[in-house]
């Protein structure tokens, strides 16, 4: 299985700052042939389900503010808020699709 | 707009089997660009993949669980259903049906997601 490790486990950021987000893979989910990397994001509030907010690592899904961004390539990525707001809190989790389908344990954000 | 909605007991007894429904609502689950999932996350945990049906009857299934796993789909009912048997407190979570996006023919990603029910294994 491959194992997705997301840091910090809880990150407190003020209104209007960056916040940033950690995932790393134990192995690349790179697929060469395509140049894809085979990595979601997910945000999820509290009593909702997971929203998916970044797909192929990078592609913002239709309707996700702009604020929200994915990067990284291989095993370590990121996802970035580039102005929190007050509705962003939430848990964030990583998801690889390379082999089979693994999530990260989870980031839970917060206002400062 | 496309809604998944789970349905099923609430309260499974150790050693049975949980069954769960999920109908799908504003799209037609016999699409070819997607696989139905289930996915599901323990009370205060992650999320962990059950499995994947397409509408032909091709699925995926987490190894970890694959051996007390059967998934089914209903094509005229528009639904798709979970069987997890021989369920112990560990089974206890919140499970949800997605819909899974395919790319040439392989499933990726999940884009809509059900609300969810809380399935409890207790005697």
């Known amino acids: 299985d491959i194992v997705m490790t997301q840091s910090p486990d809880s990150l407190a950021v003020s209104l209007g700052e960056r916040a940033t987000i950690n995932c790393k893979s134990s192995?690349?989910?790179?697929?060469?042939?395509?140049?894809?990397?085979?990595l979601g994001w997910y945000q999820q509030k509290p009593g909702q389900p997971p929203k998916l907010l970044i797909y192929?690592?990078?592609t913002r899904e239709s309707g996700v503010p702009d604020r929200f961004s994915g990067s990284g390539s291989g095993t370590d990525f990121t996802l970035t808020i580039s102005s929190l707001q007050a509705e962003d809190v939430a848990v964030y989790y990583c998801?690889?699709?390379?082999?089979?389908?693994?999530f990260g344990q989870g980031t839970k954000l917060e206002i400062k | 707009q496309l809604q998944l909605q789970e349905s099923g007991p609430g309260l499974v007894k150790p050693s049975e089997t949980l069954s769960l429904t999920c109908t799908v609502s504003g799209g037609s689950i016999s699409s070819s660009s997607y696989y139905w999932g289930w996915i599901r996350q323990p009370p205060g945990k992650g999320l962990e993949w059950i499995g994947s049906m397409y509408y032909s009857g091709t699925t995926y299934y987490n190894p970890s669980l694959k051996s007390r796993v059967t998934l089914s789909v209903d094509t005229s009912k528009n639904q798709f259903s979970l069987k997890l048997s021989s369920v112990t407190a560990a089974d206890t979570a919140v499970y949800y049906c997605?819909?899974?996006?395919?790319?040439?023919?392989?499933?990726?990603?999940?884009?809509?997601w059900g609300q969810g029910t809380l399935v409890t294994v207790s005697s």
């Open positions: 997605a819909r899974h996006v395919v790319v040439a023919g392989i499933p990726y990603y999940f884009d809509y």
């Open positions: 998801q690889q699709y390379y082999s089979s389908y693994t």
């Open positions: 192995q690349s989910v790179l697929y060469r042939s395509n140049n894809k990397n085979y």
């Open positions: 192929w690592a990078s």
